[in-house]
């Protein structure tokens, strides 16, 4: 089945510091990408949707210049968490969408537990 | 009131019970996602449903679409079926394909 997968798995790290978190497509090719946030007991919330080539869409609330997203290839998509914050501290998880040739379903990453001090 | 409503919170049973868990939803929706969630986090997705029912192994999920419902059900449960199931409705609007609206989750809990 397709798998996709996420980079790193978990990270700690200082405030005000920037963290990077990759998402790959194994196996197939991803038209789109999304990225989410859970934080402790509560839903996934949609952060933003990551086209290749092209500008991601941001959910309103969420600062595209905070949460960067880079989608360089079918296969690739960052997440980078620019000057991060305690509160910025979650569970962030990324899925992908096929391209063709997959039952269209989205199939999510392991998530990146995120634990800034 | 959430977009996305699934009940109960949670869940316990023990093994070989049969389990259902339900999702309504108040968007228009192209399709209903039901999900599994293990402690470590990792998502698995189960279904994708627009209409009827599907079927893998020993899960069953049913839509009714006139009635904005769904419902997960697990026979002959197991202790490691154990984990969160989270209902996601992929919202209908121009432009916003896939964007997925979540459930707070059901935690199922089967004991041996």
């Known amino acids: 089945g397709a798998v996709v997968s996420q980079h790193p798995s978990w990270v700690i790290c200082k405030s005000g510091t920037s963290v990077k978190i990759e998402c790959r497509s194994l196996d197939f090719q991803a038209t789109t990408m999304f990225w989410y946030r859970q934080f402790p007991k509560q839903s996934l919330m949609l952060m933003a949707t990551s086209n290749e080539g092209s500008k991601a869409t941001y959910e309103q609330g969420v600062e595209k210049d905070k949460f960067l997203i880079n989608h360089a290839s079918l296969t690739l998509s960052t997440l980078t968490v620019t000057s991060a914050h305690p509160e910025d501290s979650s569970f962030y998880i990324c899925?992908?969408?096929?391209?063709?040739?997959?039952?269209?379903?989205?199939?999510f990453g392991p998530g990146t537990r995120l634990t800034v001090l | 009131k959430n977009e996305v409503e699934q009940s109960p919170q949670n869940l316990t049973a023990q093994e070989g019970e049969f389990i259902t868990i339900n999702c309504s939803y108040s968007v228009g929706i192209s399709a209903l996602h039901w999900l599994q969630q293990h402690p470590g986090g990792g998502i698995v997705s189960l279904f994708m449903l627009s209409s009827g029912k599907k079927k893998h192994g020993r899960l069953i999920a049913t839509i009714n679409i006139q009635e904005k419902h769904s419902s997960l059900h697990i026979t002959a449960s197991h202790p490691r079926d154990s984990a969160v199931y989270i209902c996601?409705?992929?919202?209908?609007?121009?432009?916003?394909?896939?964007?997925?609206?979540f459930g707070k989750g059901t935690k199922l809990s089967v004991k041996p």
């Open positions: 899925s992908a969408r096929a391209l063709a040739g997959l039952a269209d379903t989205q199939y």
């Open positions: 996601a409705a992929e919202r209908n609007y121009g432009g916003s394909q896939g964007n997925l609206i």
